[in-house]
């Protein structure tokens, strides 16, 4: 399974807007992007997936460059309930599992 | 709520002992997977079961067995259970045998003593 890889931490202020990273070089041509949420003691929860350019919801957006070999989950104007992991996920259309890595703790300070 | 139940939610055992943690899937979801997440290890993969069928085997130990019934609930099977053995375990569904996007339950927290 391909490897991603992001940042162990992040701090940021409520109502910015906070970018964070992963690296995916040995992506698949059939993997897609997947960001979930995780508070504590709760089990992760879905944000977004992408499979190139620019995806956006009601919650994010993820953008993904032409080479696909990193992505970039946004959060506009965080609140302190934004403070969770954010794991990045390669997800296979033939894969039976999901991998999580480490993720990102990111912390909102008020 | 994502539609995934577990139970029970708190379990306290002793070492040696065998538990069995329950998850009911979102309705119509024919897909359960198991994930055990610790502080030291994150979340792991265990196993996942489409339709009654183990589909996927991850890091699992042979003291952990679990299986998917008729009706689609699964249950996680802990023997010999060991310290280490204290941790968060997820259940999560969805409805196709292929990930897709998954739905986690509210975790099942075991500790042994």
């Known amino acids: 399974l391909a490897k991603t890889t992001q940042p162990i931490s992040m701090d940021s202020y409520e109502g910015q807007e906070v970018n964070i990273t992963c690296s995916h070089n040995n992506i698949a041509t059939n993997d897609y992007i997947t960001w979930y949420q995780q508070f504590p003691s709760q089990g992760p929860r879905f944000i977004i997936q992408?499979?190139?350019t620019k995806v956006t919801n009601e919650v994010a957006s993820l953008f993904i460059p032409a080479d696909r070999k990193s992505s970039t989950l946004s959060l506009p104007r965080v609140s302190l309930s934004d403070t969770a992991v954010y794991y990045c996920?390669?997800?296979?259309?033939?894969?039976?599992?999901?991998?999580f890595g480490s993720g990102t703790q990111l912390t909102v300070l008020p | 709520d994502s539609g995934v139940t577990q139970t029970p939610k708190h379990l306290i055992t002793a070492t040696g002992q065998r538990v069995t943690l329950r998850c009911s899937p979102r309705?119509?979801?024919?897909?359960v997977y198991w994930y055990q997440q610790s502080l030291d290890q994150g979340l792991q993969f265990l196993i996942q079961y489409y339709n009654g069928e183990e589909r996927a085997k991850g890091n699992i130990l042979e003291r952990f067995s679990a299986q998917q019934f008729p009706d689609l609930h699964s249950e996680l099977n802990l023997s010999s259970l060991e310290l280490g053995d204290s941790a968060l375990y997820f259940c999560?569904?969805?409805?196709?045998?292929?990930?897709?996007?998954?739905?986690f339950g509210e975790g099942s927290r075991l500790t042994v003593l």
């Open positions: 999560a569904s969805s409805g196709g045998p292929n990930t897709g996007e998954l739905f």
């Open positions: 996920l390669l997800r296979s259309g033939s894969a039976r599992q999901l991998t």
């Open positions: 309705s119509g979801d024919l897909s």
């Open positions: 992408g499979y190139k």
